[in-house]
């Protein structure tokens, strides 16, 4: 099963570049598997970068990982309280301003639940409404208490980063390139894509995934210097017995798994965390709330597709974003 959501979300994202020539820094790549997705990385000009890009998401990963039961995070599940690295509380302590911000939407003490469906074992199941009574109630980060590198969870509570953890490793990889001699690299991080600098002195052209087709796309956003993130629960999901497509996306108020009309959710930031956790927040609220929240932030843009066929975009990239011929969306720009 996992291999088969490795091959979808391999395809989530189609980095390319448009071409340009002059003083044209050298092209170094490199991928493998992380954090339980497929990296791929280009940087141009400065292979020392690559390298250390790479070297820093297998740490992170060793960090954060819910499932390595050497890493910090399982240290802190399984413990209750522990002390942790300063990525993880650093972490933490973001997921918590963003829970806090989008009214708990993102909230990653949803993680005893992601696991109850089977999303983490890939043993899918439905859980009973008892059950998920049962551990909705011990979901919520205001439980958290978090002192520089130490952390304590409320009793029963889990943690899991999925959600954030390739925005972190996004905005790390970001910080190396800043020091770095290259000047430009598109680093698809399992369809969280860093577009640094450009390609030679142009813009990249960063694919939006066809939800419908997960091997194709169904539009291109034109940009520099920004993180772009997608949620979508075409990316993990299972059918039930009862014929229902249940999503990895689950809404931690109810625990089930969102169904709102929503085919997926990209946001656009100068943030890596921001993007990522974004885009599974807004995904959980919905179009409207998530047109309200972004009218009160305004501090990242977003590609919203309906099971509607239509495509909401904020104001900020309407004009970056352009669809692929014969796709059906509607595009509707939002202001
Ligand atoms: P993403 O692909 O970034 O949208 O993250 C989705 C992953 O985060 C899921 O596979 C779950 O492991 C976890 N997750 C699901 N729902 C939530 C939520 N409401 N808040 C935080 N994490 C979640
Ligand atoms: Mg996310």
Known sequence: MKRKLLALSLAIWLAVSVGGCSQAQEKYSDSFDSMDTLMQLTVYGDKGALEDIRDRIEELDSILSATD??????????????????????????????SRKTGGALDVTVYPIVEE??????????????????????????????????????????????????????????????????????LNLGGTVVAYGSKNGESWKVGVADPENSAGYMGYLTCKDKIIATSGKYERYFKGDDGKIYGHIIDPKTGIPVDNGLRSVTVISDSGVTADGLSTALFVMGREKAEEYYRSHKNFDFIILTDDNNAYVSEGVADSFKLEEGHEYTVKTVK
Request: hydrophobic letters at 45%; a negative charge.
């Open 69 to 98: 039961k050497n890493s910090d995070i399982c240290a802190l599940n399984s413990a209750g309280a522990a002390t942790v690295d300063s990525a993880a509380s650093e972490l933490l302590m973001k997921a918590n301003e963003l």
């Open 117 to 186: 469906w089977g999303f983490i074992s890939g043993d899918h199941k439905i859980p009973s409404k008892e059950r998920l009574a049962e551990l909705v109630k011990s979901v919520g980060f205001s439980g958290v208490k978090i002192q520089g590198e130490s952390v304590a969870l409320p009793k029963g509570a889990k943690v899991g980063l999925g959600a954030v953890a390739k925005g972190y490793a996004a905005d790390e990889a970001e910080l190396i390139l800043e020091k770095s001699d290259s000047k430009g690299a598109i």
